[in-house]
């Protein structure tokens, strides 16, 4: 054999011994644990799986056959969707793709999970058990959610009645409060009341058992109504034939559903998945529209409710001309009712789609909301409203050219925050990160923080907008109000306001809280702090504010610059312990942006230099530093020397 012919056979074995390297399935993921979310949920994780590109989980319920439950990239996946009383197993494998075709690996090993307090005693603990019944019938109440608050400490326990209405949790010796809450029946605190003050304290001694036992009543049978509508073209009037038509639980009334029942997202017949928004929650009633486009729903008498038309290749609507649930109309139906109407909109340009994920700070995906706002004239305005899926995937279609900002709005166990491509849990609108829009734009991660709601204090008040005569003050819908503790500068809880401006952050634990609130086009004029604690029977009513309209020249055109120079105040404030700070530079120039403590000693430099017109947002990490007040200080001069030196000072607060 000559040599070039040798070289030629050598070749040719060579790519077939790669081909077939990489035609093998990766090994499969090993070291497979499976642990108990503190929001919930069952968390698995794994070692990466050499050549892998991402990762297949599989999923049992009390022996049923094994079934998709989701695919990853990550090495790690939460399933929210798990139950008292029901055994879960797991096994996860590995794949690639080789052309068009998945090389997919043997399973890991297997895992097995199952909700509840129910193991046995540890040293110094006791046990808190009991049986929960309808007090009218007797009968014992299965599922009903049983929660255990020890003032002074900061999250709360929780379990599930048996289907003998039985429930025990083993805890640590203490003073408890103990609430018992079951839906379609009132709630109670042990012994038999409905207000915390009145609630009997457990007091919980190592190696005791103490009783607790519940007689919930019944919430009466709900009344039914008939509500009907048409759907049509915005255009040209004609009836939209198969448009779908839900009515929802608004976002409050799923997160008081959740505490309820127990459950993440409430009940699992109220999640409906619908091609191109994601997967729905709280969906009380769905349907489409026949062949004239009308539709007949049937729901429940003086329960509220927002409403949501959508057909492929036409925009997203709630009911009234509204694109987000969070400014959609309340509507409460006391008779039958028609009317309820929608005119969906198909705009020709807009082409464009946005694909991405909601996503913690450990990449886990969160099922959330996302609302899509764009910057306009007007301000940011929202535009499309989108769910995940389970893992926490979204897509947003039907949109125009332009500069936008994605905020979401996890279902539970989480704080909504604003896309950034920096931060995680950036939670006022002012300190987002814009998306130009020319094309489909995809990889977008939106990364949020915990909120866990573990607690029973309360702090609830009305927020208003101020148009600039406090006569004329009117209820703000929308805002989200966050309860920020002073001590660790952590979310613990928050709420979105209602139409008539309300909020009410529950199920905090006790403590002290800043209540920051935020609201696109909005800056609010005062940041009350409160206390909730056994003082004021874990419960604050009155922590009203008021926000103020953004100036007009900060919403600006799309393409246009800062008109004057000007300094923000840093946020987060009070921070922990790094924060932002954003300035408007109407024109080319050298900046200085400096800390200094209370006794003017310069403590950083955070930018010396010359910098292009336009906003921008510097960060400062005060780990060094100690807790009390600082000053930002920023001098911006011209580099065209035309004009005099920019100067402003801003205070700031750092807590540790």
């Given at each position: 054999m000559n040599f070039y012919l040798r070289i030629f056979v050598l070749s040719i074995l060579l790519v077939v011994c790669v081909v077939l390297a990489y035609s093998q399935a990766p090994p499969a993921p090993e070291n497979l644990?499976?642990?108990?979310?503190?929001?919930?949920?069952?968390?698995?994780?794994?070692?990466?799986?050499s050549g892998a590109v991402g990762y297949i989980i599989y999923k049992s319920i009390d022996g049923s056959h094994f079934g998709r439950a989701g695919a990853t990239h990550r090495q790690g996946f939460v399933d929210w969707?798990?139950?008292?009383?029901?055994?879960?197993?797991?096994?996860?494998?590995?794949?690639?793709?080789?052309?068009?075709?998945?090389?997919?690996?043997?399973?890991?090993?297997?895992?097995?999970?199952?909700?509840?307090?129910?193991?046995?005693?540890?040293?110094?603990?006791?046990v808190i058990g009991g049986k929960i019944v309808d007090d009218s019938t007797q009968a014992p109440l299965k599922g009903a959610v049983v929660r255990f608050f020890s003032p002074g400490k900061l999250f709360a326990e929780k379990t599930h009645t048996d289907s003998g209405g039985v429930y025990w949790a083993a805890l640590d010796s203490g003073r408890y409060l103990v609430r018992a809450d079951k839906?379609?029946?009132?709630?109670?605190?042990?012994?038999?009341?409905?207000?915390?003050?009145?609630?009997?304290?457990?007091?919980?001694?190592?190696?005791?058992?103490?009783?607790?036992?519940?007689?919930?009543?019944?919430?009466?049978?709900?009344?039914?109504?008939?509500?009907?509508?048409?759907?049509?073209?915005?255009?040209?009037?004609?009836?939209?034939?198969?448009?779908?038509?839900?009515?929802?639980?608004?976002?409050?009334?799923?997160?008081?559903l959740q505490v309820v029942t127990g459950l993440f997202g409430g009940f699992m017949n109220e999640c409906t998945d619908v091609s191109g928004l994601g997967r729905l929650f709280g969906v009380v009633w769905?349907?489409?529209?026949?062949?004239?486009?009308?539709?007949?729903?049937?729901?429940?008498?003086?329960?509220?409710?927002?409403?949501?038309?959508?057909?492929?290749?036409?925009?997203?609507?709630?009911?009234?001309?509204?694109?987000?649930?969070?400014?959609?109309?309340?509507?409460?139906?006391?008779?039958?009712?028609?009317?309820?109407?929608?005119?969906?909109?198909?705009?020709?340009?807009?082409?464009?789609?946005?694909?991405?994920?909601?996503?913690?700070?450990a990449g886990m995906g969160i099922p959330s909301n996302v609302i899509v706002f764009r910057k306009t004239i007007y301000g940011r305005l929202p535009v499309r409203f989108a769910m995940t899926d389970s893992l926490g995937n979204f897509e947003c279609h039907y949109l125009v050219s332009g500069i936008f900002y994605i905020k979401a709005f996890p279902i539970d166990a989480y704080a909504p925050a604003w896309f950034s491509k920096i931060?995680?849990?950036?939670?006022?609108?002012?300190?987002?990160?814009?998306?130009?829009?020319?094309?489909?734009?995809?990889?977008?991660?939106?990364?949020?923080?915990?909120a866990p709601r573990l607690g029973f204090a309360r702090i609830a008040g009305n927020i208003d907008s101020n148009p600039g005569n406090l006569f004329l003050a009117a209820p703000e819908q929308g805002v989200t109000a966050y309860a920020v503790s002073t001590t660790t500068n952590q979310i613990m809880g928050y709420d979105v306001t209602e139409d008539d401006g309300t909020y009410a952050i529950e199920n905090l634990p006790e403590g002290t809280y800043s209540i920051v609130v935020d609201k696109e086009g909005f800056n609010s004029a005062s940041t009350p702090v409160v206390t909730?604690?056994?003082?004021?029977?874990?419960?604050?009513?009155?922590?009203?504010?008021?926000?103020?309209?953004?100036?007009?020249?900060?919403?600006?055109?799309?393409?246009?610059?800062?008109?004057?120079?000007?300094?923000?105040?840093?946020?987060?404030?009070?921070?922990?312990?790094?924060?932002?700070?954003?300035?408007?530079?109407?024109?080319?120039?050298?900046?200085?942006?400096?800390?200094?403590?209370?006794?003017?000693?310069?403590?950083?430099?955070?930018?010396?230099?010359?910098?292009e017109p336009g906003t921008h947002t510097a960060r400062w990490n005060a780990k060094e530093a100690g807790t009390g007040i600082y000053f930002v200080k920023i001098v911006a001069t011209p580099v065209n020397g035309n004009g005099t030196s920019f100067n402003q000072v801003r205070k700031m607060i750092l807590m540790k």
């Open positions: 644990t499976v642990q108990k979310g503190l929001l919930g949920g069952a968390i698995l994780n794994w070692d990466t799986s969707w798990v139950f008292p009383d029901l055994l879960y197993r797991y096994y996860v494998t590995a794949f690639r793709m080789v052309g068009m075709t998945m090389e997919e690996s043997g399973p890991s090993d297997t895992v097995k999970f199952a909700i509840g307090l129910h193991h046995p005693p540890l040293p110094g603990q006791g839906f379609d029946y009132f709630g109670e605190w042990f012994d038999d009341v409905y207000r915390i003050e009145n609630a009997l304290i457990v007091d919980l001694h190592a190696d005791s058992l103490e009783v607790a036992n519940f007689d919930l009543r019944h919430v009466p049978v709900p009344v039914p109504v008939t509500v009907s509508g048409r759907v049509t073209d915005t255009l040209t009037g004609n009836p939209l034939q198969n448009a779908f038509v839900a009515f929802l639980r608004p976002h409050r009334w799923i997160r008081e769905v349907g489409r529209t026949d062949q004239d486009g009308y539709y007949t729903a049937h729901l429940i008498k003086d329960l509220k409710y927002i409403a949501l038309a959508f057909k492929p290749g036409y925009i997203p609507e709630f009911y009234d001309n509204k694109y987000t649930p969070f400014g959609a109309d309340r509507l409460r139906f006391s008779q039958d009712t028609s009317g309820i109407d929608f005119k969906l909109l198909n705009n020709p340009l807009a082409i464009h789609s946005m694909y991405g994920s909601v996503v913690d700070s931060d995680c849990g950036v939670r006022n609108w002012r300190f987002a990160d814009t998306l130009q829009v020319s094309g489909d734009v995809e990889g977008i991660e939106i990364c949020v923080m915990p909730v604690d056994e003082s004021n029977n874990y419960e604050v009513s009155d922590a009203s504010l008021t926000l103020d309209p953004e100036p007009s020249s900060v919403d600006d055109d799309n393409n246009s610059l800062p008109l004057v120079y000007k300094l923000y105040q840093n946020y987060p404030n009070p921070f922990n312990p790094t924060t932002q700070i954003q300035f408007d530079l109407p024109k080319a120039s050298r900046v200085t942006l400096k800390i200094f403590n209370v006794i003017g000693q310069q403590v950083a430099v955070l930018i010396n230099t010359i910098m």
